[in-house]
């Protein structure tokens, strides 16, 4: 049973940038896709981003110019840049697992970042 | 605004059959698979639906899934009170969309 744990600072100032990572265990990571989702406070979800094991990305076309995705196989890890916050990028951010075709099948438990001076 | 749109609210008793929509496009639900996600409160989304009405392992035949041409729905048969939560459907069109959310009560 793969197992997901999100990581990093719990918050982060107004421009700077926000960093996340996610640790697989009980599976490795050289394999399926591997996404960021975000959920505001009371609010619904949204889509930050994925990469594939072999470095390959998609992000959400809202936030690109903003979002990097990158993966350490040797870590069995991956982590999330988002730069240039606002508070609108308060949000619980969760690190999930993609089954090609068969959806978001494992997810951390979500780590709440706030934007905030 | 989502792109995929879901009643903010829905409501059943005990062993009531209830059903929560998910309307979209051509580009998403008309074109590509519909997975369904279900939050209870305070923890990680749970993959409940996929490839419009596959269940993954250990998901009750209670949940069912179906698609009609840029519609989605989610029905819940023997509804339990621990089926309250918020359900999300998604889709790929450009990006994984996601629904606004309904939340599920159980009355």
Redesign the interface.
Known sequence: QVQLQESGPGLVRPSETLSLTCVVSGGSINSHYWNWIRQPPGKGLEWVGYIHYSGSTNYNPSLESRVTISIDTSKNQFSLGLTSVTAADTAIYYCARDDVGSGLDSWGQGTLVTVSS | Q?VLTQPPSASGTPGQRVTISCSGSSSNIGTN?V?W?QQLPG?????L???NN?R?SGVPDRFSGSVSGTSASLAISGLRSEDEADY?C?AWD????????TKLTVL
């Open positions: 989502s698979s997975y996600y923890t990680a989304p749970k993959l639906i996929y490839s596959q993954p999300y998604a450009d990006r994984l969309r996601f629904g606004g959310g």
